[in-house]
């Protein structure tokens, strides 16, 4: 039989193959309703806890430790990035602080896997994620002209 065929109007496959299909959706409406309603209700619960969620500086250092060892960081003039710890400074959405040796180390390229990995290890598939990869605050004798707050953030009066 070929396509042509089955849904010729003068024979009764094509009436069979529609009344199958009908019964079928009629019967399973209601079902697949609660079904859709509890699969999207659940996610939706699931995703906001991930939204609001809070990463543990241990944890998220153990993280960054395993992340050293699985690949190595980028480099320029002979001046290698080392990932030093990390902590989460905000959530809703979840906002990463990451002390690096120097910023401009960092390739997009690095940036993006440093991600995805974190989003694979503490399944934040779905939530909107920032990292921001700062200098590591200075101490001794510098440290006092910025009262200990490293180089600061971009636009502040300490920021260089």
């Known amino acids: 039989m070929t396509i042509k065929n089955l849904f010729d109007p003068a024979k009764d496959i094509y009436r ?21 309603e ?54 809703r959405p979840p906002r990463f602080r990451f002390f690096v040796n120097d ?3 960092i390739t997009r390229d690095y940036g993006y896997w440093v991600e995805n990995r ?15 990869f700062v200098r590591r605050p200075q101490r001794g004798p510098s440290a006092k002209r910025t009262r200990g707050r490293g180089l600061g953030e971009p636009g502040s009066p300490s920021y260089p």
């Open 38 to 91: 509890y699969i999207v209700t659940d996610s939706i619960e699931e995703q906001f806890e991930k939204h609001t969620g809070r990463i543990g500086t241990g944890e998220l250092n153990r993280f960054l430790a395993e992340l050293r060892e699985a690949r190595e960081p980028p480099s320029r003039n002979g001046r290698r990035l080392n990932l030093l710890y990390g902590t989460q400074v905000r959530s």
């Open 103 to 105: 910023p401009g180390l």
């Open 16 to 36: 069979t193959i529609e009344k199958v299909i009908t019964y079928n959706v009629s019967q399973e409406t209601r079902l697949r309703a609660e079904i859709t």
């Open 118 to 132: 974190l989003r694979d290890r503490f399944e934040l598939a779905g939530v909107p994620v920032a990292i921001d």
